[in-house]
Each structure stands twice: as structure tokens, then as C-alpha cells.
């Protein structure tokens, strides 16, 4: 740890900034926005908004959190409708709380478009430096100290998004490599950080990811392979793009393993740093490996592998579903015994990462460290995967580390509010013991935060922190006067039995018995907005995302209500705030257990409290009672 003196040294930046990654791009876009001088620090400018894996944006869960940063003025979903190459709806078979978009990107589009908004940032300088120590003194950030030039840079808060880049070691076989370029790879590792925070009180484990080779497009016969084109009309990840700013849209293509991939695999285990336990770190169970999906499915005779172009011009193409560590040489024979794949020549090999994470049950829902003050965690570094999870963590930390420094109260969304609220309280209540990745399933109240509607859900607030500049601002409040005017305009437009037999005969499960309105009528489930445009029955001047959500409102209101009901009466133990400095030992009746993980997690509210492992519900009861003796009680209407 770097000693200082007192008195303090006058502060050159108010946010620090350590990672270019996607955390790093929203907590750098967030704090410079609301006007804090920040400092975004990253090994490589040029690398700034890479995208390291599967060059694409969304998927059942993701999507949602890349709305939600939208909604919330962030960069991610602007980026990806400017960079989508490739978009489609997933699960659109199923319930409207679980559609989700997914965009196949464009990287090289991608990474410019970050690039040039950060660029444009006034309270934002970016430099190409690493960091080897921070500066803390009484358990208070201070500052950071550069590696080449021992620079000491003073602050008032910083934010680690140092992601895969923590003591990471990079695997292809049993090489290992270390603060080593592999092609055009390079992997900046920053160790003494890591030892530096274990050393204060940190604790640390490793987690393993991994990567699918890349290989080039003229060695593909794409001729056998199945086309995956985009949707149309093509989706859009912002809320706030109000003009076509797509790309030319080009097809993915699907692929699949066989008997004789598995058979090349199995015979060359022995040659994997994973199986032969070189690697020690957990990996991502429900994104495994190959050579992870053939130990595990042995009765599969096959693994689907889509084919995804990383850009209009490049001359790469990501395998995505065929991760994999193993030699070049067995990666070969393994892509040339698949259909398509039989000429193919790699350009990037498959490699595995295993990488330090902190404990992130040690951090407040603000994502503010409990042990050193001022000091924030976002991203890969607190056990998430995937560019997505990082980049909601960096927006709250980002918007709290702004907050902090203009002394002004924290805000984190709650689960009941956000995927991103499920997702930060999962990491600082539960912890991680595999990559984390969001879910739909992981959202108890999911059919309240839909995709669709996460401006409605959080615009309101992002305005009041003002990340919601005035034109954002008026889209929105167009689509709510919308969604109002045309949901009282439903009422009021009727359909009679006797002149809309074309209606009873195409539509209708059980015929009319008397007039009805159209709000009416779309609570039946074979009537859509759709079906009735299409019949000349109805006619709207508004947006079909605004006769989305009025149909799903219709629809869904009796489980909407009783969501809602549900959550105000969670509402009490979730606006119960527990003070930071209770010994838990002193509550007469609580176990030994229930005293130790209280004590160690620290938690916010009695309803963060409920949520911990091993916390009974006579527990909770048992620490109300006893809160309500000491004065303690904190209940906010």
C-alpha cells in the first residue's frame, strides 16, 4: 500500500476510472455526463469498446439489461442498433416477459461508435496507462499510482473495472501465457492490485471463461450451411432512436458437431488445461466448453454451432458454441470434421481465461466497497460474465461514484424496478460461486420488467439524476401521452354482433352476445392489435411499440395487479434500513449461524437481510421485534 502524508494533496480528478472495457465505457459516460472531472485509465486506447468474445449484444435476460441502460441514458443499446449486422426476437413463442432481442455486431463499428462518444465527453480525459497500487489512507481512496511513471493521481473516488484483466493467465493447451501478446491479443495483467486489496481485508477467487476460435470466411463452404437472416421489420435496442440507423443487415449461418468431432475431442482431453486441472477456476455452467458439453451430454450426438460474421468486411467469422482451450492443432482437426467446416482455416485460436474476482457480498448495493470508502467495483471483477452484466454494473457505479462525490444520497434500483436491480442484489446478498449471467428466471417479479417497457419503468428517475437529455426526455413523454390517449380512446370504439360477422367468423373463439369495446375485446386471448388491423376493424396513428404495450397492459392486468400487490407488501422489509454498525450478537434469539452471516454480509434493509442464505423468516421476525425496541426502525412510506 502507497503511505501519504497529511495534509491531503489537492485532488486531480473527482472520478478515476481503471478499465476501458464496458464497464468502464458506462461509468466513464455516466460520471462525465453529470459533470465530474473523470479519468478513464485503460492499458490501450485503441482497444477501448472491444469486444474480446462473441461480438454480439442482448439475449434472454441481456437484453433487458441493455434497455435498461438505455432507459437510463446509457451507451450500450445506441452502439448496438448502430452497429447490429444482425437482429432477431428470441422466444416469441412464449410469454412478453421473456422476448428478448439479441444483435449480432459489427466490432469494428462498435468500438467506433464508443470510442468517438467518449471522445466527445467535455469532463472526461482518457489515458493509456496501468495502474500498480492505490492510494488509501484511514480506509479512505485517495488516488492510484501509475506503473511506468510512479505518478501519483489524487481523487475522490475510484472505480475498478479492471474485468478479466485481474491476475488473469491466458490458456491454449497446457501454455499458459502471462502479460504476453498471442497474435494480435495482448493480455495487460494488473497482479499487484489484486495482492494490494487481499492484503487490506479482500477476498478473492478465480473464475475461468473462455472464447470459440475465429476462422476465416473464404475457407467456409457456406453453401451447406442453414442462413439465419434478420427479422423484419428489424428491432431496435434504444428507446430513443427515432430514425433507421441500422447497418446493411447480413445472415448468420448454423452448423453442427457430430460423431467424429466428439471422438477428436474425447481422444485429446489429456491436452486440456481444464480437464487436466491446469485450470482451477470455476467456469460458466450454462455456457460450457466443448470439450465441457461432450463430458457432460455424452448421449448428444451433436451441438448446434452458429457461424457469426464479426462485421460487414471482416474476414472473420465467430463459431460461437464451440469454445474450446485445447491445442491449435486438435482445434484444427476439430472444426475440419464439421459440415462447412471441412477446409476452414483459423485466424484466432479458442483459448480459455482464468481470472481473480473479488468478493462482492463486501460491497453496498450502491456497488461502493463496505471497506474502503469511496472506492467502487464494476464488472467481471465481481464474478459476473458477459457485456452486459458489466456494463449495468458501471452505469450504478458510475451514477453513485457522481453522487458521492457531490455528496448527494445513493440510488440503486431494486429487484422489483429492474433487471439490473435483481442482478446487483444477487451479487451483494448471495455472492457468486460460477460466472454469473442473467436470467429471466432470475427475476421473481418478471412480468413487470419487461423489455419493452424499461423506459417507463426507469426514464422518469434517469431524468431526476439527469443522465436524460431534453430530447430523450420528449420522445419519452410522447409515448406516455401516447400510451394514455390511445388507451382512453379504446373505450370508446365498439363492436356490434350484427354488423361484424367478419369479425365473429375469422376471430372469434365464442361469438358476441352483445356490443363490446375494443379494450374489451383484447382481453381475449385469440385477439391481438394485429389481427384487427388487418381486418380494417381498427385504426391507430401511434407507434406499434405503443399498441404493444397497451395490448400487454390489457392482457396481463389481473397478473400485473397481483404482481404489484405482492411487491407492496415486500415494500415494508425492503424500506427497513438497517444502520451499518449493528453487532448482531447483541439480538437475543438469533443463532449463531444467522449472527455470523449478519454480521459478515452487513445488509442494507430487512429485506435484503431475508434474501441472505440461511436467514429464516422467524429470523427476520426475531430482528424486527428487536429493532423496534432499540429505535431502530427506519420504515419510509
Not at 90 to 118: C, E, F, H, M, P
Amino acid at each position: 500500500m502507497t503511505p501519504l502524508s497529511l495534509p491531503l494533496p489537492k485532488i486531480n480528478f473527482e472520478v478515476i476510472i481503471i478499465g476501458g472495457g464496458h464497464a468502464g465505457i458506462e461509468a466513464a459516460w455516466t460520471t462525465s455526463k453529470k459533470k465530474c472531472k473523470t479519468l478513464l485509465l485503460t492499458h490501450n486506447i485503441k482497444t477501448i469498446g472491444e469486444m474480446f468474445c462473441n461480438p454480439s449484444i442482448g439475449g434472454i435476460g441481456k437484453s433487458h439489461l441493455v434497455k435498461e441502460i438505455d432507459a437510463m441514458g446509457g451507451l450500450m443499446g445506441h452502439a448496438a442498433d448502430y452497429s447490429g449486422i444482425q437482429f432477431r426476437t428470441l422466444n416469441t413463442s412464449k410469454g412478453r416477459a421473456v422476448r428478448s432481442t439479441r444483435a449480432q455486431i459489427d466490432k469494428k463499428l462498435y468500438k467506433k461508435y464508443i470510442q468517438l462518444k467518449l471522445k466527445q465527453q467535455k469532463y472526461l480525459t482518457i489515458l493509456e496507462a496501468t495502474v500498480s497500487d492505490l492510494i488509501i489512507y484511514n480506509n479512505i481512496i485517495q488516488g492510484v499510482v501509475l506503473t511506468l511513471t510512479k505518478e501519483k493521481i489524487f481523487t475522490k473516488t475510484v472505480i475498478l473495472c479492471t474485468g478479466t484483466f485481474l491476475n488473469g493467465k491466458i490458456y491454449i493447451g497446457m501454455n499458459e501465457y502471462y502479460n504476453k501478446k498471442i497474435g494480435n491479443l495482448k493480455l495487460i495483467t494488473t497482479a499487484k492490485i489484486s495482492q494490494q486489496l487481499q492484503e487490506i481485508g479482500f477476498q478473492t477467487r478465480r473464475l475461468k471463461t473462455g472464447t470459440s476460435p475465429r476462422v476465416n470466411k473464404n475457407s467456409i463452404n457456406f453453401s451447406s450451411l442453414v442462413p439465419q437472416y434478420s427479422e423484419q421489420p428489424i428491432p431496435f435496442f434504444s428507446f430513443f432512436n427515432t430514425i433507421n440507423m441500422h447497418p446493411k443487415q447480413i445472415p448468420c449461418y448454423i452448423t453442427h458437431t457430430n460423431k467424429e468431432t466428439h471422438k477428436i475431442i474425447s481422444n485429446n482431453l489429456h491436452h486440456s488445461p481444464l480437464f487436466t486441472k491446469k485450470i482451477l477456476g470455476i467456469g460458466p455452467r450454462y455456457c460450457p466448453s466443448i470439450e465441457d458439453k461432450i463430458i457432460r451430454f455424452p448421449h448428444h450426438e451433436s451441438h448446434q454451432i452458429f457461424l457469426e460474421p464479426e462485421g460487414s468486411n471482416s474476414s472473420e467469422i465467430y463459431l460461437n458454441g464451440i469454445s474450446t482451450s485445447l491445442p491449435l492443432n486438435v482445434q484444427i482437426k476439430i472444426l475440419r470434421s464439421i459440415k462447412g467446416l471441412e477446409h476452414s482455416k483459423i485466424t484466432k485460436p479458442g483459448y480459455a481465461i482464468e481470472y481473480d474476482f473479488f468478493d462482492p457480498t463486501h460491497l453496498k448495493l450502491t456497488l461502493e466497497s463496505k471497506l474502503i470508502h469511496g472506492l467502487f467495483f464494476a464488472g467481471q471483477i465481481n464474478g459476473t460474465t458477459g457485456y452486459e452484466e458489466a456494463a449495468a454494473q458501471g452505469l450504478i457505479a458510475g451514477i453513485n461514484a457522481a453522487l458521492f462525490v457531490n455528496n448527494h444520497e445513493c440510488w440503486f434500483p431494486r429487484r422489483n424496478q429492474a433487471y439490473i436491480g435483481v442482478l446487483i442484489d444477487d451479487l451483494c446478498t448471495q455472492g457468486v460461486d460460477e460466472p454469473y449471467r442473467m436470467f429471466t428466471s432470475r427475476a421473481e417479479h418478471r412480468l413487470l420488467l419487461r423489455e419493452n417497457n424499461a423506459d417507463i419503468r426507469l426514464t422518469e428517475i434517469a431524468r431526476k439524476l439527469f443522465l436524460i437529455d431534453d430530447r430523450c426526455w420528449n420522445i419519452f413523454c410522447e409515448k406516455q401521452n401516447n400510451i394514455k390517449s390511445e388507451y382512453k380512446r379504446l373505450k370508446n370504439i365498439w363492436i356490434y354482433p350484427c354488423d361484424q360477422s367478419n369479425v365473429q367468423s375469422n376471430l372469434l373463439s365464442k361469438p358476441l352476445q352483445s356490443k363490446i369495446s375494443i379494450k374489451k375485446l383484447l382481453c381475449r386471448p385469440e385477439i391481438n392489435f394485429k389481427k384487427l388491423i388487418n381486418l380494417g376493424l381498427f385504426k391507430s396513428s401511434v407507434s406499434p411499440l405503443v399498441l404493444e404495450e397497451i395490448e400487454t397492459q390489457i392482457k396481463y392486468k389481473g397478473y400485473i395487479d397481483r404482481q404489484n400487490n405482492e411487491i407492496a407488501r415486500q415494500l415494508r422489509n425492503e424500506m427497513t434500513y438497517l444502520p451499518n454498525d449493528i453487532d448482531y450478537s447483541c439480538v437475543t434469539g438469533l443463532s449463531t449461524e444467522v449472527i455470523h452471516k449478519l454480521n459478515n454480509y452487513q445488509p442494507t434493509s430487512l429485506g435484503q437481510a431475508s434474501r441472505i442464505s440461511g436467514i429464516t423468516p422467524s429470523s427476520i421476525s426475531i430482528l424486527l421485534i428487536w429493532l423496534k425496541k432499540q429505535g431502530f426502525m427506519s420504515c419510509l412510506d
